[in-house]
């Protein structure tokens, strides 16, 4: 699956269609990465940016697919609104 890193410091895989939403519209695109899991994406986009090793967190399944992904996006039903 694609991940994408953009100027505002963003990093999401491409079907995350509501990470993608919260993206600064004048941010531009400067990586992207393609990885069979968020650890993988998580560990290469650290090396790209120079970081310590990424530590993967011990509650993600390790894999995923494009489709598991919209289906986790859509009956999320977006970003957690926070406001009071």
């Known amino acids: 699956m694609l991940h ?11 079907v995350n269609q509501s ?11 400067v990586w992207s990465v393609e990885a069979s899991s968020w650890d993988e994406a998580m560990a290469r986009y650290h090396e790209w940016r120079g970081w310590a090793p990424y530590l993967p ?4 399944s390790g894999s995923y697919t494009a489709a598991e992904e919209s289906l986790s996006s859509a009956m999320s039903g977006g970003p957690p609104n926070f406001a009071p």
Not at 4 to 14: E, K, L, N, R, T
Not at 19 to 29: E, F, K, N, T
Not at 57 to 60: E, L
């Open 4 to 14: 994408q890193a953009w100027s505002d410091g963003s990093f999401f895989p491409v």
């Open 19 to 29: 990470a993608r939403a919260l993206v600064s519209p004048d941010a531009m695109l």
């Open 57 to 60: 967190m011990n509650d993600d």
